[in-house]
């Protein structure tokens, strides 16, 4: 009866490393181009509004509504930062900061009335905490992508 360790040769560790980094940068590009689509997404559809000759306005919102998408792609990164074992914290702890933004910003709109119009923003002075809130989630997801970053600078070493 053969052994683990027969199977356990030099080479064929080799060939388990190489493809375990190649499913951790595969999941690592994956993640950071789902992070970074809610951040850049707005940006560039506002730039495209403006080259047609109008304003250039930002959805400030849409990080939020594709909040989904950027946490499968947190998710991910986070995956192959533990894997790695480099970047761990930053990865996770933007998350968590980008959970509390958008969970308590939401919930304060929700207590505030705000969410459901029955008051209007300028009557409310929780307004701009709620405003704070939202970029304080971008800016979240932003560390999040830039730790994506690192994180594949870090594998092409």
């Known amino acids: 009866m053969m052994k683990m360790e027969d199977f356990r040769t030099p080479e064929r560790l080799a060939e388990m490393d190489r493809k375990r980094e190649t499913w951790v940068i595969v999941m690592t590009i994956l993640g950071v181009i789902l992070v970074w689509l809610p951040v850049i997404a707005p940006l560039v ?11 250039f306005m930002v959805d ?7 909040g989904l998408v950027a ?8 995956v192959a930062a533990l894997r790695e074992k480099v970047y761990r914290v930053w990865v996770a702890a933007s998350i968590a900061a980008a959970l509390i933004f958008i969970v308590g910003g939401q919930a ?5 009335g705000l969410a459901d119009g029955a008051v209007e923003p300028a009557e409310s002075p929780w307004y701009w905490v709620i405003i ?11 560390s999040i992508g830039a730790g994506g970053v690192c994180l594949l600078r870090h594998n092409r070493k």
């Open 132 to 142: 704070a809130s939202l970029v304080g989630y971008t800016l979240a997801l932003v």
């Open 108 to 112: 304060l709109a929700v207590v505030s």
């Open 71 to 78: 946490f499968a792609g947190a998710g991910l990164i986070l």
């Open 45 to 55: 559809f506002g730039a495209v509004y403006a080259l047609q000759g109008h304003r």
């Open 60 to 66: 400030y919102l849409m990080p939020a509504e594709l």
